[in-house]
């Protein structure tokens, strides 16, 4: 069967690969994150909807410095600090119905593989080692996201990269190994180059390639990861396994604003998720969240919760058998990359099995569970 999704026309035969980019477990999940994972969830369950077997990786990114500098100001270990989030983070996707993943790797977990990257791409001319350092050579990274020099040097230094680092032959080159000294605070790992720490974007390269393979047939993540994390982690690749592309199908969701921003922690005006599910059931936030292209940015409006409320409920009374022709009109709209708002629409004026196949797919049947209430481990 041949289906629209992440803007590309794609053939599935056997198991779907899809993999997540997950978080970095050092703060609490805002609606910018949900946003992201509601949508993968999506795109999985209508997969699922459609009889394929899909195999999802959702990463957890828990070696990282943001975490570590986190961890440090906060007095705390870094595998303590990532423990706790995580467990938070997870009993957040539990509450908004989010399907748990087929693997959770743990970047702390698969070092082993990202050494076995960077030798590969050392072998392959596609990396240089200084004093311990393992980089990899842009060699036209920014043109693959389609990006100019001048805007990839601004990502770069935005997003976690040091374009002044003099140990790099060009600025847009990347870490795949850090070297670490003895006085380093952080973890670290024996490596044929001394001993060290992964780089983000090899990280996930590593965990993608280790579970699902070569190649994936979608790979989900924030908006804001398009460049320099996904370039390059497509890069590395790649360049490793020499299979392209490394990933068929994209799908990155489109950012919330907030009061006309965009929700950031740098703005200061994050939504978290844990208080919006005080006040708005999990499956009228994922309706908020759906009910419009994938790509598109959103606002987030306190007024629009009691009308999704109001459309969960209908939905769900109108659901039953019968109308198969327009359960047929709703997939054939969900095949064209997910067009909710036509599905929705379809599903609303005809009930029935049109209804079902909505609230399967954008997981509205869900009610929230009771919270898990073990005690976590102090920092």
């Not at 459609?50 to 943001?66: C, F, S, W």
């Not at 393992?134 to 990274?141: F, I, K, W």
């Not at 180059?193 to 993608?208: F, N, V, Y």
Request: hydrophobic share 40%.
């Amino acid at each position: 069967m041949t289906i629209r999704l992440g803007r590309q026309d794609i053939s599935l035969v056997g198991p779907v690969r899809v993999y997540i980019c997950g978080i970095t477990p050092y703060d609490t999940t805002h609606v910018g994150h949900a946003a992201t994972f509601v949508w993968s969830d999506v795109a999985v369950r209508f997969l699922r909807l459609l009889g394929h077997e899909v195999r999802v990786a959702r990463n957890i990114t828990d070696v990282d410095d943001g975490l570590l500098r986190r961890a440090e100001a906060d007095g705390a270990s870094w595998r303590s600090l990532a423990t706790q989030q995580t467990y938070r983070f997870e009993d957040d996707m539990a509450r908004l119905g989010v399907s748990t993943p087929t693997v959770e790797p743990q970047a702390h977990n698969f070092v082993d593989e990202v050494i076995q990257l960077a030798q590969a791409l050392l072998d392959r001319d596609q990396a240089y080692e200084v004093g311990g350092t393992v980089y990899s050579q842009h060699d036209g990274v920014h043109d693959s996201a389609g990006l100019s020099v001048d805007e990839a040097m601004v990502l770069a230094a935005e997003r976690g990269e040091d374009p002044d680092d003099p140990s790099k032959q060009d600025p847009l080159d990347t870490v795949v190994w850090q070297g670490i000294g003895d006085d380093d605070p952080g973890p670290g790992w024996d490596s044929p180059w001394g001993r060290g720490r992964p780089g983000w974007h090899a990280e996930c390269a590593a965990m993608a390639l280790a579970t699902l393979g070569p190649g994936l047939d979608l790979h989900c993540g924030d908006a804001d990861l398009a460049y320099p994390h996904h370039a390059f982690e497509t890069a590395h690749a790649e360049a490793a396994t020499g299979v392209t592309p490394f990933a068929r199908a994209w799908l990155r969701a489109g950012t919330v604003h907030l009061d006309g921003a965009k929700m950031a922690k740098s703005t200061g005006n994050l939504v978290l998720l844990d208080d919006l599910l005080g006040r708005c059931s999990p499956a009228a936030l994922r309706l908020i969240i759906c009910d419009r292209r994938w790509w598109d940015e959103w606002e987030l409006v306190e007024g629009d919760i009691a009308h999704a409320e109001d459309r969960v409920r209908a939905l769900r009374a109108a659901a039953g058998p019968g109308h198969d022709a327009a359960h047929d009109e709703v997939i054939a709209a969900l095949s064209d990359d997910l067009d909710v708002p036509t599905a929705l629409g379809i599903a609303e004026g005809a009930g029935g099995r049109a209804a079902e196949a909505v609230l399967t797919v954008l997981g509205l049947h869900h009610t929230e569970p009771t919270r898990r209430t073990s005690i976590l481990p102090s920092p």
